[in-house]
């Protein structure tokens, strides 16, 4: 028994920020941002939560299968900017679509949440389950430091997913998911200072995200080339496209270079969405889908590889 991604969708808020947008506010510009990072725009959340976003995704996934929401095994979202630490994303998603067979819990890791996710997914669907959502989601411009723009240029908010349905043939190939958190501190976000009357107020550290962009930087060009590089070894010519963490064009130029692999294998849409953390890679995968792109036809070889806090990297190499 494997797991097989049967439908793919994507929920992002309506509201598009332009980079001359974030010019207006603060000391940054169109041509320092699409020069250092690719990003043209990214969407923002007006009134929408992380909830919203993926509950809407998961509706998108209902809609197009006819697989019912009480036939819904499992749901797991990989977030790390849920609304509440309790209930979970994924328990305000059961709920509102009533997949009352259904258990629930969010993830947390960061930009490698989905590839941690589907992983995880797999090994429900090998054991027990029949059929389970899996999705993304953020509203990462609630963790920003709206004054520090080296990082309140680099996000955005979005959520996306795929429904994984048993299946006699096997999709994940190969996978290898890592963590290093002896460097975790190099991309912090939503610490909670504790307010207790009975704690010491310790010196507070900061809620909002804050990442040593030069240490992460060299992390994904270093660590997780090596690790797609290790995983595929002479694979590397049979894989047809590369979907990795959309965190910043620059570095899919090095780490293509790195692999010694044709540079228009590695797609991108971080132009118009940001670094939307764990949704980056369904969003990305959707609207190739949706494209046509890529089909879920069990026709094609495809990396998933995701990297960033914790620290966490994880590759999948898959066939749809
Ligand atoms: O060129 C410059 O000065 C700067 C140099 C630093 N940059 C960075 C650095 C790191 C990331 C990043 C973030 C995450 C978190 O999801 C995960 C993975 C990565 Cl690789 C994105 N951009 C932007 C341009």
Same mark, same amino acid.
């Given at each position: 028994?494997? %797991?097989?991604?049967?439908?793919?969708?994507?929920?992002?808020?309506?509201?598009? /920020?332009?980079?001359?947008?974030?010019?207006?506010?603060?000391?940054?510009?169109?041509?320092?941002?699409?020069?250092?990072?690719?990003?043209?725009?990214?969407?923002?959340?007006?009134?929408? =939560?992380?909830?919203?976003?993926?509950?809407?995704?998961?509706?998108?996934?209902?809609?197009?299968?006819?697989?019912?929401?009480?036939?819904?095994?499992?749901?797991?979202?990989a977030?790390m900017? $849920?609304?509440?630490? +309790?209930?979970?994303?994924?328990?305000?998603?059961?709920?509102?679509?009533?997949?009352?067979?259904?258990? &629930?819990?969010?993830l947390s890791a960061a930009c490698s949440g989905f590839v941690y996710a589907?992983?995880?997914? @797999?090994?429900?669907?090998?054991?027990?389950?029949?059929?389970?959502?899996? /999705?993304?989601?953020?509203?990462?411009?609630?963790?920003?430091?709206?004054?520090?723009?080296?990082?309140?240029?680099?996000? %955005?908010?979005?959520?996306?997913?795929?429904?994984? @349905?048993?299946?006699?043939?096997?999709?994940?190939?190969?996978?290898?998911l890592?963590a290093? %958190?002896?460097?975790?501190?190099?991309?912090?976000?939503?610490?909670?200072?504790?307010?207790? $009357?009975?704690?010491? $107020?310790?010196?507070? /550290?900061? $809620?909002?995200?804050?990442? @040593?962009?030069? #240490?992460?930087? =060299?992390?994904? +060009?270093?660590?997780?080339?090596?690790?797609?590089?290790?995983?595929? #070894?002479?694979?590397?010519?049979?894989?047809?496209?590369?979907?990795?963490?959309? &965190?910043?064009?620059?570095?899919?130029?090095?780490?293509?270079?790195?692999?010694?692999?044709?540079?228009?294998?590695?797609?991108?849409?971080?132009?118009?969405?940001?670094?939307?953390?764990g &949704?980056?890679?369904?969003?990305?995968?959707? #609207?190739?889908?949706?494209?046509?792109?890529?089909?879920?036809?069990?026709?094609?070889?495809?990396?998933?590889?995701g990297?960033g806090g914790g620290?966490t990297?994880g590759?999948?190499?898959? +066939?749809?």
């Amino acid at each position: 028994k494997y %797991g097989k991604i049967t439908a793919t969708a994507s929920f992002v808020p309506s509201q598009i /920020i332009k980079n001359n947008d974030l010019a207006k506010i603060m000391d940054t510009s169109d041509e320092w941002i699409k020069s250092r990072t690719g990003i043209l725009e990214r969407r923002m959340v007006t009134t929408e =939560d992380t909830s919203d976003l993926c509950i809407g995704v998961a509706k998108k996934l209902l809609s197009k299968s006819n697989v019912t929401a009480n036939e819904i095994d499992f749901i797991i979202v990989a977030t790390m900017t $849920p609304d509440f630490a +309790t209930p979970s994303v994924a328990c305000m998603v059961q709920g509102a679509i009533c997949a009352n067979n259904a258990l &629930a819990f969010d993830l947390s890791a960061a930009c490698s949440g989905f590839v941690y996710a589907l992983s995880v997914a @797999e090994k429900l669907i090998q054991t027990t389950a029949q059929k389970g959502l899996v /999705i993304g989601g953020e509203v990462l411009s609630k963790s920003l430091d709206w004054q520090d723009r080296t990082t309140a240029v680099l996000f %955005g908010d979005g959520a996306a997913g795929v429904l994984l @349905e048993v299946s006699d043939v096997p999709m994940i190939k190969k996978e290898k998911l890592q963590a290093d %958190g002896t460097r975790g501190a190099s991309l912090t976000s939503g610490y909670v200072n504790n307010s207790s $009357p009975f704690a010491d $107020p310790k010196g507070q /550290i900061s $809620p909002y995200l804050q990442m @040593e962009g030069r #240490e992460i930087f =060299d992390f994904a +060009t270093r660590d997780v080339v090596r690790a797609i590089d290790n995983l595929l #070894e002479e694979d590397k010519d049979k894989i047809d496209f590369y979907l990795l963490h959309q &965190a910043n064009s620059r570095i899919l130029d090095k780490v293509a270079k790195k692999l010694k692999v044709p540079r228009e294998r590695f797609l991108q849409n971080m132009d118009r969405y940001g670094n939307t953390s764990g &949704a980056s890679i369904p969003l990305l995968l959707d #609207e190739v889908v949706a494209a046509g792109i890529v089909r879920l036809d069990g026709t094609q070889n495809l990396v998933f590889s995701g990297f960033g806090g914790g620290l966490t990297w994880g590759v999948m190499q898959v +066939t749809l």
